[in-house]
């Protein structure tokens, strides 16, 4: 028979230095509690050594950095905000509604637990080829639960990203981000500090919902005594419970009646006591028969590894139990007092009486395992990276060119999304500044000054497969890009790194490699990595996911009045100006991708060109020579220029270089690349900032209202009735 253990996900090694830690046989409760925050997902057991790197980021700026409920960063004026990415892959889809739900409500915890008001998500998603049956049970539910969940706290869905390709049927990615505002003194760190002072658990009741989820390992050892078949892995949200709480915390916040808090997500009551008692400078004694349950006859190890939704774990002073209790009453929030500070070295866990817990918090919470995974680059990246997109046929003619755009613009990954995005309240609340078709969503924080935030998520998982570390760095260009288009400074980076199996030496060489190109290209930025999450086992059988770390760029602007809209059309005659160089770099673009290919080396990145290209954008912005921008990714300048004239309802032309190839022209995903208009007033102005600041740039185009079509002149024309019915019908074809 198996030992309970290994059960729980434990080795025979792991076991054996819970037992050296305790000096016995760890009873049930502290089985449980140690298998789940020493699991990959809590203690980053796998990627913690590599992490470390990311240190090397940080920068005055940053107020609470990786190892926080969320990063933290000054905003100025005496703003701070908060922002973070987190996956709930695996959840979403053995059961995609909830999943992704959950997903939201967690992250949405993190930001309440710094102290801010939550002001806006946006999600990452990754699901298997559109039309496969699969994608179709498991996308509309999740696309479902994202915004039932967010919609119903009032929290609008700002941007994000949809992808699709084989290697995530099975293993869909679901990524939340969430930001979220506060003045610089309101800031709260998760610690139990104070000798007397009292912990407190408000929110929801606890339940059987979510036990054994962080780990996604079997649950049977939670459940002999009952009788009860295996339990859920997957939480069950109530947002209407968690609007209520938002509101509790913020107001508890305002009264200062809180000295520590923390957020009950991923382990539950294992993790928050756990982790705050590890960072106070004390003890913890807590009585765990008072827990709220809505489930009889659970066990202590159910109660501390549940993951129910909505629950909050707080450090009071006593003389403050009092009126914390009160603002708790006015939200009708249940409030119970679970225990206390000691002065001793040891969260000790009392269950009717009976001590079923008494360990080194430390122990527990931060000093898990740490593995040095194998690491070697697979045999077979060479013939990867020689296959390059050099022998597809390229398309030469005008009837051919014509068609490729059109199939470009209708393949999945580079349609509308709209049909996901009408489900989510962009615009609730009010202070939505721009959401999804935007580069960038932006969000108003100070209704007085106009003072907003922007925040971008990206990857290209192709390119990160072509080359991780470049690839990684890609991504954050792309990311850091997007948010200074919209006209906002970029501050700072969360990633949600989702990879394979840590046990793959493959694997673990495309993680090192795709972390040490991220915070290599933060400090050529300049902005730090303040936090993230880590996702590893992403894969179906031994087969992986395309390595995505998803890179989320926040942003700060001084005046929302002049963000910078992606759609043309402000004014007949603007000319579109294309900042940048173009290079014949086709290997792992949305071009390729039509072809079935994927192989050869992505795009040179440059990160002086990309700081080069946010500084004069943002010059652009403040002096008014800028009224529409738009970064160039996937599907390059012909996917730029339809999405501009769709966006702005507005006819332009578009003139190509006589000199150089149309298709590589049209179609290149080139990095460092800004397509912009200006005013006709501005031109000169600005093209001589240009000069002098020796980026490189070219006339590209002129918009023409009255003209309802996109001419790309000397190949053909499209009216933008044609465009826009080619653009946005796929999604709809697919799953309505």
């Not at 493959?506 to 880590?534: K, Y």
């Not at 270089?657 to 080139?670: H, I, K, M, N, Y």
Request: aromatic share 6%; proline share 5%; with cysteine.
């Amino acid at each position: 028979m198996q030992q309970p253990y290994l059960e729980l996900g434990l080795t025979d090694d792991e076991y054996a230095r819970i037992r050296e830690i305790l000096g016995r046989y760890p009873t049930d409760a502290e089985l449980a509690m140690y298998s789940v925050m020493w699991s990959e997902h809590c203690s980053y057991k796998s990627s913690k050594k590599h992490l470390r790197y990311f240190a090397r980021t940080a920068t005055p700026s940053m107020l609470a950095g990786i190892g926080e409920n969320a990063g933290v960063v000054d905003a100025g004026d005496g703003w701070a905000v908060t922002f973070k990415i987190e996956s709930h892959n695996h959840p979403s889809y053995v059961e995609p509604y909830q999943g992704a739900a959950t997903g939201v409500g967690g992250i949405v915890r993190d930001i309440m637990a710094m102290g801010a008001r939550p002001l806006a998500v946006a999600d990452s998603l990754r699901f298997g080829p559109a039309d496969a049956p699969d994608t179709r049970r498991v996308l509309p539910g999740a696309v479902a639960g994202i915004g039932g969940y967010g919609n119903s706290l009032g929290l609008p869905n700002i941007g994000g990203e949809l992808v699709f390709d084989e290697s995530y049927a099975g293993n869909p990615l679901i990524n939340a981000l969430c930001v979220g505002a506060m003045r610089v003194e309101d800031l709260h760190l998760a610690h139990a500090s104070g000798v007397g002072n009292r912990i407190i658990l408000f929110g929801a009741r606890t339940g059987l919902d979510g036990i054994g989820g962080v780990s996604v390992l079997a649950s049977d050892t939670f459940g002999t005594d009952t009788g009860r078949k295996k339990l859920p892995s997957v939480q069950v949200g109530d947002p209407f419970t968690e609007k209520v709480l938002i509101e509790c915390c913020l107001e508890l916040f305002a009264a200062k009646l809180v000295v520590g808090i923390q957020d009950l997500g991923g382990a539950g009551l294992a993790c928050a006591t756990s982790e705050l008692a590890a960072a106070g400078d004390g003890g913890m004694r807590i009585e765990l028969d008072r827990v709220p349950l809505r489930a009889q006859g659970m066990t202590a190890a159910e109660v501390l590894a549940s993951e129910s939704q909505e629950r909050m774990c707080a450090v009071v002073a006593p003389s403050d139990v009092d009126a914390f209790m009160k603002v708790c009453e006015k939200w009708d929030v249940l409030a119970t007092d679970i225990g206390e500070v000691t002065d001793g070295e040891r969260l000790v866990i009392t269950w009717h009486g009976e001590t079923v817990v008494d360990v080194p918090p430390r122990t527990v919470a931060h000093e898990g395992p740490v593995y040095d995974r194998p690491i070697a680059r697979p045999s077979t990246q060479d013939a990867v990276v020689a296959d390059t997109s050099a022998s597809l046929p390229r398309p030469s003619s005008a009837a051919e060119l014509r068609e490729t755009v059109l199939r470009l613009i209708s393949a999945p990954n580079q349609a509308s999304k709209e049909w996901v995005t009408q489900q989510y309240d962009r615009y609730v609340r009010g202070n939505t500044v721009l959401a999804q078709p935007s580069d960038s969503g932006m969000i108003r924080i100070d209704e007085s000054t106009g003072r907003g935030v922007a925040v971008s998520t990206d990857c290209n998982s192709r390119f990160v497969y072509l080359d991780p570390y470049a690839g990684s760095q890609l991504a954050l260009a792309e990311a850091y890009r997007n948010v200074a288009v919209s006209g906002a400074t970029p501050v700072a980076v969360s990633d949600c790194l989702n990879f394979g199996a840590p046990t793959d030496p493959g694997v673990m060489w495309q993680f090192e490699r795709s972390v040490h190109g991220i915070a290599d290209g933060c400090v050529e930025l300049g902005i730090p990595v303040t936090g993230g999450n880590v996702s590893f086992f992403n894969q179906t059988g031994s087969t992986a996911i395309l390595p995505t770390p998803v890179v989320g760029v926040l942003g700060v602007i001084d005046d929302v009045t002049r963000r910078i809209p992606t759609g043309v059309g402000s004014e007949p005659g603007e000319m579109l100006i294309l900042l940048g160089e173009t290079f014949d770099e086709l290997d792992g673009s949305a071009w390729a991708q039509l072809h079935g290919h994927l192989g050869g080396v992505p795009p040179k990145v440059d990160f002086a060109r990309e700081k080069l290209l946010a500084d004069v954008v943002l010059a652009g912005s403040r002096d008014g020579m800028i009224s529409a921008a738009h970064d160039l990714s996937d599907g390059g300048l012909a996917q730029a220029l339809v999405e501009m004239v769709l966006i702005g309802q507005c006819g332009a032309r578009a003139f190509l270089d006589d000199r150089a190839d149309p298709f590589v022209q049209l179609f290149s995903e080139s990095s460092g690349r800004i397509l912009v208009a200006v005013p006709r007033s501005e031109e000169l102005r600005f093209t001589e900032m240009c000069k002098a600041r020796y980026l490189p740039w070219r006339k590209t185009g002129v918009v023409d209202p009255e003209s309802g079509t996109l001419e790309l002149q000397g190949i053909t024309e499209f009216t933008l009735d044609e465009l826009r019915e080619t653009w946005e019908a796929t999604l709809p074809k697919l799953f309505a």
